[in-house]
């Protein structure tokens, strides 16, 4: 059951949830531009348990490099965290199978001790719009599912990329 969901696969399917985020909040973001003039309604707004992705998408904290100012608004870094998703989810998954290399620029570039750097970021990341999410009383079933990923993957990381007693850092 454990290599059920290895990273390989988590990383997948963070892959997916995050480009299905992105398309969503495209779609919710040029809702005016429908040529029929129906209003999207994305699959992850769920009525019955009070679940709104679009909307969520839509808020100032959905680009995060604009909204902690790291990148000025409207700047062509200024992503939705969808992609930022993507970015890591790729790494990951990369990652994954490029096996434990030797030597070269692959080693270095997924090293444990970057891998738990790089998931340290995911986590925090998400931690901080989870608990945004709780500040609004929102349930987003896409959020919530990504939190789960990175929260294992950083588990995992950490497990992976601290050095074990009597270790050094790597």
Not at 10 to 22: D, E, I, K, M, Q
Not at 90 to 109: C, D, E, I, N, T
Not at 146 to 155: E, G, Q, R
Request: glycine share 8%.
């Amino acid at each position: 059951m454990a290599n059920l969901l290895n990273n390989g696969v988590l990383a997948l399917v963070g892959l997916v949830l995050s480009a299905y985020s992105v398309y969503v909040e495209h779609r919710v973001e040029h809702k005016d531009d429908e040529p029929d003039g129906e209003e999207y309604s994305a699959m992850c707004d769920i009525e019955a348990i009070g679940a709104s992705c679009s909307a969520v998408f839509s808020l100032p904290e959905g680009k995060m490099l604009s909204f902690f100012g790291i990148v000025p608004e409207g700047h062509a870094l200024d992503i939705p965290n969808g992609v930022l998703g993507m970015i890591f989810y790729s790494y990951v998954f990369l990652r994954y199978f490029s096996g434990k290399q030797k030597g070269g620029m692959l080693a270095v570039l997924f090293a444990p001790t970057l891998n738990l750097v790089i998931s340290t970021l995911a986590i925090a990341s998400s931690a901080f719009l989870a608990r945004k999410l709780y500040m609004i009383r929102e349930l987003c079933v896409v959020c919530l599912s990504t939190h789960v990923i990175n929260t294992t993957l950083w588990v995992r990381a950490l497990k992976e990329g601290l050095p074990k007693k009597g270790e050094k850092l790597q």
